[in-house]
């Protein structure tokens, strides 16, 4: 799954990003509903509904000629919301002092989900406090993470 990822987001990429628009993350998933390819997108001053549009019509046409997904999936564009996707090591630099929630592939020290406040980032780890002890997690490492919405401000 991670290697068809991988090839979507070599394909989409350069496209969205030609549009002005940053490609957050690709989800592809199938439940009783049938398969979804969910793309969040993002840009400088936000998401409008009219750039989701845009974004959609760009995509279908890419997804057609190349039909790199076999079988009948609804796409769906997004914006990334208040509960935003880290994927880049970018994203984490900028979302340093947020609380967010990491997911990762394999165990660190016994545990594999984190939610605390990020302290640090760098290109190859972040640091997540976590009921006070900090935990070093290399970027390769983590399946996802998101930061935690404060709506009390």
């Known amino acids: 799954m991670q290697n068809d990822q991988n090839g979507l987001i070599a394909l989409l990429e350069p496209q969205i990003e030609a549009l002005g628009y940053e490609l957050l993350l690709i989800e592809h998933t199938q439940d009783q509903?049938?398969?979804?390819?969910?793309?969040?997108?993002?840009?400088?001053?936000?998401?409008?509904?009219?750039?989701?549009?845009?974004?959609?019509?760009?995509?279908?046409?890419?997804?057609?000629?190349?039909?790199?997904?076999?079988?009948?999936?609804?796409l769906e564009v997004s914006s990334?919301?208040?509960?935003?996707?880290?994927?880049?090591?970018?994203?984490f630099r900028t979302a340093i002092g947020e609380e967010v929630k990491v997911l990762t592939s394999d165990y660190i020290l016994g545990r594999r989900r984190f939610s605390g406040s990020l302290e640090d980032a760098t290109d190859e780890l972040i640091v997540v406090s976590v009921d006070n002890e900090d935990y070093e997690i290399a970027l390769t490492q983590i399946e996802s993470a998101r930061i935690v919405p404060d709506f009390d401000d």
């Open 80 to 91: 990334p919301g208040a509960d935003r996707p880290l994927t880049k090591a970018a994203h």
């Open 33 to 74: 509903n049938g398969a979804v390819l969910r793309l969040y997108i993002d840009a400088p001053g936000g998401i409008l509904l009219e750039d989701c549009q845009q974004v959609s019509r760009q995509v279908s046409l890419i997804m057609d000629l190349e039909d790199p997904i076999k079988g009948a999936y609804n």
